[in-house]
């Protein structure tokens, strides 16, 4: 009997499933880990998008403090070696390849395109160095300190999304983005149970934000609270929230009504079990977009301020 084919959408997306339908939003997590949030390559690349969700989550679950991650080749290069029997963690990336024929690109894994490609989606598996005997003792740093609730809104971090430059207007009870109006309302910062929390609070509206048609222009259809629009807006948002938390060192805090969300993304993956890579695509995309912002803001009153 053939061994069943690796469906690495499937288990990953089975493996977030089955958080959930234990009562558990995977990201909401402390993402504070030495060198950044962010989980680097061996090499110090960035993971990006789904991979840096995923290794940031498998951080935190098993308090790991490195942000570094490599295969067993890349260990072996380095003339270190995985300690007996580690456990490996699945990333992924999709490419291109050119179609074989007319039935090319209906493989395990493939989504066909025009122009004579198709899109596939492979995976492999990494260590984090914790589980890697032999390194260099730079893999391994020192915790940067601090508690996993990560930086105070102090005026740097409050500098950062003003420079970002979306209408918010703080006040009231209620933290919302209003499409009609390209507004975000929040609460006053006082009046969060932790300077992270409001952080947090802001980045979901900030990437609910994105979504508007001179920006990002995303849409999941018409959106009313509890459907499948509005649950997959949510759910980027959410994982939009631990991306950046990554960057900036707070944790995804934000949703309280656990039940109600919890159901409908589930009931979301369960249908498409590759919507958790799209979700983090647009949420790597709508971080990008805030980060690019910020800095361009920065830069306007920068000049602003030299020309003075």
């Known amino acids: 009997m053939a061994k069943q084919k690796l469906d690495p959408a499937q288990e990953i997306t089975n493996e977030i499933i ?3 339908e234990k009562g558990t939003m995977p990201w909401r997590r402390p993402w504070k880990i030495a060198g950044g949030g962010v989980p680097l390559r061996h090499n110090g ?3 990006q998008g789904i991979n840096a969700f995923l290794l940031g989550l498998r951080s935190a679950m098993m308090g ?6 490599m295969t067993f080749s890349q260990a072996k ?5 995985v300690k007996k029997g580690s456990r490996s963690s699945i990333v992924v990336y999709y490419g291109t390849a050119k179609k074989r024929g007319t039935d090319a690109g209906d493989g395990e894994g493939g989504d066909k395109e025009g122009g004579g490609t198709y899109r596939f989606l492979k ?3 990494v260590f984090h160095v914790s589980q890697i005997e032999g390194l260099d003792a730079s893999y391994q740093p020192e915790p940067e300190g601090g508690t996993s609730d990560g930086p105070k809104m102090d005026q740097e971090a409050q500098a950062f999304f003003d420079a970002i430059g979306m209408d918010v207007r703080y006040g009231g009870d209620r933290a919302c ?3 009609s109006l390209d507004r975000i309302h929040m609460p006053d910062v006082s009046r969060f149970e932790s300077p992270g929390a409001a952080m947090s609070t802001l980045t979901h509206e900030m990437a609910h934000a994105t979504k508007a048609e001179h920006r990002l222009n995303r849409s999941f259809g018409v959106s009313s609270f509890g459907n499948e629009a509005y649950a997959k807006e949510e759910l980027v948002a959410c994982i939009s929230e631990a991306l950046m938390g990554q960057r900036m060192g707070f944790y995804a805090d934000h949703i309280d009504n656990h039940a109600a969300y919890i159901a409908s993304w589930i009931q979301v993956l369960k249908g498409d079990t590759r919507f958790l890579f799209t979700a983090a695509a647009h949420a790597q995309r709508a971080v990008d977009y805030l980060v690019a912002a910020a800095e361009a803001g920065r830069s306007s ?3 602003i301020h030299e020309a003075a």
Do not use: T, V
């Open 18 to 20: 089955g958080l959930l």
């Open 45 to 47: 690349e960035r993971y």
């Open 301 to 303: 009153k920068e000049m």
């Open 77 to 81: 290069e380095l003339d270190a070696c």
């Open 64 to 69: 790991y403090s490195s942000p570094y991650w």
């Open 177 to 179: 983005y209003i499409p």
């Open 123 to 125: 995976s492999y598996r």
